[in-house]
């Protein structure tokens, strides 16, 4: 038995990306292969309700292509800053926890890493991804609990 | 910014805790200061519902003490094998998750170690506690996967 090699550190690259990521790598060590995943929701799934479903949307393709380089950008820079190769950043499309767990069970991950907001007003729902990948996930899971007062 | 020092390891004292435990003590260092937690819910919310609420049922009270002492000694044969000194050892009365929360509120723990089976037919019942533990925890949680294919 030994420690985890294998770890997906899922971030939505806020600001709290860097608490998270920093975390993980303190907690596993500096020999632990470190994925970085961001997952990107479908705008049309994000926003159906909100938006009318017409042609007159069309640009919501554009838009989507330019917010996907935007989080290359970020994702990029974030694994600069804490030395994690460029082949182990990605950025997936579909739901947050399905894409984790999926990506988790081809990559043998051992250990998942995820921001979490515990339960309060609108943190309930910022707190929910953490939650979905708890459930149903194959391996261990590190919740990290953010803004807490420690 | 430094490791985890303060450790709960929530335990249900199956045959299961070791691996949890041995996971806990793998994953944070000899260093750590490790509580072993096991709550005992009261019986007579375990079986409202299904023992008739009467005075046929006053022995309750003797099993449950009788059950509580086993369960002491389970603990502290765990903590021998494990070298959790005896001041460590916890049991605990009450809702599983709120007394995990309120003792790791209390006893400024830094990370709440506590075992998951998933979520597939009854097994979705036996993980309920991490869930619940997750909920509302105000520091980070490591979620360990029994009976998982590595």
Redesign the interface.
């Known amino acids: 038995?030994?420690?985890?090699q294998k770890i997906l550190v899922a971030i939505d690259l806020s600001s709290e990306s860097d608490v998270v990521l920093?975390?993980a790598q303190?907690?596993t060590g500096p020999e632990a292969d470190i994925h970085l995943v961001y997952v990107q929701e479908p705008m049309d799934n994000v926003y159906v309700g909100i938006v009318p479903q017409s042609a007159a949307f069309s640009g919501l393709g554009d838009l989507e292509a330019q917010l996907g380089e935007e989080l290359k950008q970020k994702l990029t820079a974030l694994g600069e800053n804490f030395d994690v190769p460029s082949d182990h950043l990605h950025i997936l499309n579909g739901s947050p926890a399905h894409e984790i767990h999926r990506f988790a069970k081809e990559n043998d991950i051992?250990l998942i890493v995820i921001g979490?907001h515990?339960?309060k007003g609108l943190q309930l729902l910022l707190g929910s991804t953490?939650?979905a990948v708890?459930?149903?996930?194959?391996?261990?899971?590190?919740?990290?609990?953010i803004g807490?007062?420690?």
């Open positions: 038995m030994s420690s985890y920093q975390k303190l907690f051992q979490t515990g339960q953490a939650n708890l459930h149903g996930a194959g391996c261990d899971v590190l919740s990290i609990r807490a007062n420690r």
